[in-house]
């Protein structure tokens, strides 16, 4: 639909406010009211590393099909920031609305013949019917909901329920957010043309009535809830401390002691991120399921500790809800640009398994399934989201929890196998898989061992022996072999066809809608998405089976084409990148450009 | 070598705890430091602190950063889990491991260079959250392991071994432990063990941050005519506000102390403090006296040692937190899986 126009069901919103302006629960109504009527809906936000003043947009996408991915265009432009009212005109759509505040004389040098402008006084009416200052600012968003209702022909009862279901227990506001929508309805009814050519109509599909709106992280922290996570040491940072915020409101339904009212978790708040991932090894060494969250500037920081994990074999978990490098670079913006640096975090040779979930419903999985990974292999487990995944609203199928699950909690000594032993010796692996028997403290005096960073035996022991050193890291490589084994493989659609895409984490949504689109144009193409590093054998074999394969992600640098470069036999000739790295999600239509040019470039040579 | 076995034989007229164990059973591998190095005063004051409390050796957890300092946990209780850790991060590594079991000892052994330069916001805000450990701070003032560079703790004026004079001025771990948070706060020095072994006894107690600023001298690059923190200096200079006893429980009533000149401090486990006053206006539960005592004998020349600070009705850091009693790593998945139901229940608020 990147390119078709808008039909019912499917179109975009976006709304240009001002950040601090109460636009947030507005802008939730109307994407709710619209996944209410069954339609698959997204709702991206795109704000600013700031608390009040400065520019904000919201996008809803509704698409019948249940394309996820941002569609690239704008159907309804409701522009209630003057500063950035130029710009908000310009970037809608051709044949598109664009709504403003009409209380106040618009731009008239600011036109544009090819869109339609609807003015409708949102202050004046504010100012007439609520009495206080804070209410005429927080209304004028409801109001503005009214009349995208009519304008759509959205069903006002569903929009009053979602409303009764929000003010059940501030029934003060009900009344005052009901009379805002009436008056946005009743504006646009009287004056335009209503509803629109296309509309949001009731449909019934599968998942309508479970399906859920989730965040990424949301679900992540939902996912370490369920894992049986109990220990959990943060620091601060966008976009990630959402995740520790929905880690704490469940725990704090779920997991306080029924007997004693005690919290069956910790969290602590670092004082920075170096300490937050010692605080999570420190609990991983002891026998806690224990992570943190970040992001690129933070897993720079935490780097020192992931290598002491690496190499003294600790299990953790760290999300890294990836945004906009270099350096600060944009806080508030989405990339996917610390694939690299977080495979290979700190110094010596290190390296460390990464999950790559692509929306909140796989971020909720992977999220359980990393700490068994990281028991499992004892080691640190690196979930890659993004910014895109992890704070924008999604829709997804219903989680569901096995009820028979069983954390993996790798092997452990237990008291009465060190008494059955003679002699224990951390580092010996007796599996042959790589992985060596540890022991927790507190459990036996013969589990006794001193755990370190600096160059040890297959014992334990501090060394300086060449050979003794070799023997370590060797198996290292043994314990990374048996991941590729356990680490999620790829998921692939499509067989036969000579170009294959390559993708990862949130590009999914746009790579599979631009192959729909090119397929209907008469170019096929098989997909894969990679889940994990390192790289399971189903990759290469991917790579081999495709004459061109085209691997998109969100960076400057091809970071997932370098490290499949590195690690696999992978064809330069025949291997493209399509990179997006503005720090806006990327959309279908920019793959597809990038395709048809990249073909028409064969065409010519 | 750390990785060397000590020889097990032990004689057998060696005095045995409540447990039945020798002092034998608290020590670890063979020390690697320097001859004469205060830090092996140090750690053959832990391994007599920690076999008269009879605490099994298991119950421990020890901890450090890096540095010689750094290197000791190797050379006691070696039957306890270790942690070396990287420089200046043992404060937040022991965080983590206290959060996920409470139940356990923390040791963390660090220098002046892991905890005043490198580690120092770690240091800080351990003390901060009053995580129940004891902490020592063997301070040498140099950085030993690397040959002798000034560290945060050397005074203005102390010169290093070829003569180069300090000019900045030292970072005091008690005041700076005073100001932060810790709930026992103590100064002493490795060569003067009657004054030590109580002290350790009595950190190890304690429930919260327990600081301990041992003095200990590096007889390879700070033991010279100039330096502060050597052997002789620290003999003429130290001033004892305060002499502390411990008395384990099962002591308590036949101890002896006359109530006037003597303070009798209870730990939570019934175990007792009785400090004896050498300076009779020093009050040890008042803090900001404390801290301007301190500070007057450091005008006057005087490095004050004892027992300087002590508050034991502070809460630790998980009593701050609500944690369960239960240790975080002792909680059976059954009763940390919200279940099936609940997670319906959570996702019906998510349409």
Redesign the interface.
């Known amino acids: 639909m990147s390119t078709n126009k808008p039909s019912d069901n499917n179109f975009t919103i976006k709304i240009a406010n001002v950040n601090g302006t109460g636009s947030a629960s507005a802008n939730g109504l109307l994407m709710k009211s619209l996944f209410r009527l069954g339609i698959p809906v997204v709702g991206k936000n795109y704000f600013p590393s700031n608390i009040q003043g400065l520019p904000t947009w919201y996008e809803i996408r509704a698409s019948e099909k249940g394309y996820l991915s941002r569609s690239g265009r704008v159907d309804i432009m409701i522009a209630m920031n003057a500063e950035t009212y130029q710009k908000d005109l310009q970037s809608v759509t051709p044949g598109g609305i664009l709504i403003y505040d009409a209380t106040w004389p618009r731009n008239k040098q600011l036109q544009r013949d090819d869109i339609t402008v609807i003015g409708v006084p949102l202050s004046k009416m504010c100012n007439e019917n609520f009495p206080s200052a804070r209410a005429r600012i927080l209304m004028k968003n409801v109001v503005y909901v009214g009349v995208v209702a009519a304008l759509l022909d959205i069903d006002l009862d569903v929009i009053r329920s979602l409303l009764n279901e929000t003010f059940a227990k501030k029934v003060s506001l009900l009344d005052g957010n009901q009379l805002a929508i009436d008056l946005g309805y009743s504006y646009a009814k009287e004056h335009f043309s209503c509803p629109l050519p296309y509309t949001a109509k009731v449909i019934d599909r599968p998942g309508k009535g479970t399906d859920i709106m989730i965040d990424g992280n949301t679900a992540a922290g939902l996912g370490a809830v369920y894992a049986g996570a109990t220990v959990c040491a943060w620091y601060p940072i966008t976009p990630s401390t959402s995740l520790i915020e929905g880690y704490k409101k469940y725990c704090e339904v779920t997991r306080k002691d029924p007997d004693t009212g005690k919290n069956n978790y910790c969290i602590v708040q670092a004082e920075d991120e170096l300490a937050a991932m010692g605080m999570v090894l420190g609990a991983g060494w002891n026998g806690a399921r224990a992570f943190t969250s970040t992001s690129g500037p933070g897993v720079s920081l935490m780097s020192e500790f992931l290598g002491y994990g690496y190499f003294a074999e600790i299990p953790a978990v760290l999300f890294n809800v990836q945004r906009c490098g270099p350096s600060t670079g944009m806080p508030t913006r989405t990339q996917q640009s610390d694939i690299l640096s977080s495979a290979y975090a700190s110094h010596g040779d290190t390296r460390h398994v990464c999950l790559f979930p692509s929306d909140p419903e796989e971020s909720f999985y992977m999220s359980a399934n990393a700490f068994d990974l990281a028991e499992h292999l004892q080691t640190p487990i690196l979930v890659l989201s993004d910014l895109d995944i992890g704070m924008n609203d999604w829709l997804s199928p219903e989680l569901t929890w096995d009820e028979s699950y069983q954390p993996d909690r790798g092997q452990v000594l237990t008291k009465e196998q060190l008494e059955e032993m003679s002699v224990f010796h951390r580092y010996v692996d007796r599996s042959g898989d790589g992985v060596a028997p540890r022991t927790l403290p507190g459990t036996h005096p013969r589990g006794a061992y001193f755990t370190r960073g600096s160059g040890h035996n297959m014992y334990g022991a501090y060394t300086e022996d060449a050979n003794e050193y070799q023997q370590v890291v060797d198996r290292l490589m043994v314990k990374w072999n048996t991941a590729k084994g356990l680490v999620p493989k790829p998921i692939t659609m499509g067989s036969g066809n000579a170009i294959g895409f390559v993708s990862i984490g949130s590009c999914d949504h746009a790579v599979r809608e631009a192959r729909d689109e090119l397929a209907e144009a008469g170019i096929s193409s098989d997909y894969m998405r990679v889940r994990a590093f390192p790289f399971s054998q189903d990759v290469q074999d991917f790579l081999d089976a495709h004459d061109k394969i085209y691997v998109v992600e969100q960076n400057r640098d091809s970071q997932l084409k370098s490290l499949m470069r590195l690690e696999l036999d992978l064809d330069d000739r025949k291997t493209e990148s399509i990179l997006h790295y503005n720090g806006l999600p990327m959309t279908p239509g920019f793959v597809i450009d990038a395709v048809n040019a990249d073909l028409a470039r064969g065409e010519a040579a | ?3 060397m076995k000590k020889p097990t034989v032990r004689h057998p007229g060696l005095p045995r705890n409540d447990l039945g164990l020798t002092v034998r059973d608290y020590e670890g591998g063979m020390s690697t430091l320097c001859a004469g190095c205060g830090h092996d005063a140090i750690t053959g004051a832990i391994v007599q602190a920690a076999h008269e409390l009879s605490i ?4 421990f ?1 020890k ?1 450090s950063g890096i540095g010689c300092s750094s290197k000791t ?2 050379y006691f209780l ?9 420089h200046g ?1 043992m ?11 409470r ?2 000892h923390y040791i963390g052994v660090s220098g002046d260079g892991d905890s005043l330069s490198i580690g120092f ?2 240091f ?2 351990a003390m901060r ?1 009053n995580v129940n450990m004891l902490y020592l701070v063997e301070n040498n003032g140099v950085y030993g392991l690397t040959k002798g560079q000034f560290s945060a703790s050397a005074d203005i004026g102390s010169t290093a071994k070829k003569g180069e004079e300090n000019l900045q001025p030292p970072i005091d771990p008690c005041q700076a432990a005073l100001t932060l948070g810790a709930s026992f706060v103590a100064r002493s020095f490795s060569g003067d063990k009657e004054q030590l072994v109580p002290l350790l006894k009595a950190g190890l107690q304690h429930r919260g941050f327990g600081m301990i600023d041992i003095i200990s001298p590096c007889v390879t690059f700070n033991d010279h005519e100039g330096s502060t923190k050597s052997y002789s200096y620290s003999r003429q200079h130290f001033h004892k506000a305060i002499s502390a006893d411990f008395v384990p429980p099962s002591e308590t009533i036949k101890a002896q102390y006359s109530e006037g000149a003597s303070m009798p401090i209870e730990l939570h486990d019934g175990s007792k403090i009785i400090l004896r006053k050498v300076d009779g206006a020093y009050d040890p539960t008042d803090k900001a006296a404390a801290a301007i005592y301190l500070r007057e004998r450091q005008s006057a020349g005087e490095i004050t040692t004892g027992l300087l600070y002590i508050n034991e009705a502070q809460q630790e ?2 009593d701050l ?6 240790p ?2 002792q ?1 059976p ?1 059954e ?6 139901d ?3 229940k ?2 019906s608020r ?2």
Do not use: E, W
């Open positions: 070598m750390s990785f099994p050796p298991h119950g957890a901890l946990p190797a070696g039957a306890s889990h270790g942690f070396n850790s990287c991060r404060p937040s590594v022991a965080t983590g491991a206290n959060a996920a079991n139940d356990l916001g770690q800080a805000h959250r850091m998980h937190a609500g944690s369960s009693d239960t975080m790593n909680i998945y009763r940390l899986n919200p279940g099936s609940m997670l319906k959570i996702q998510m349409r």
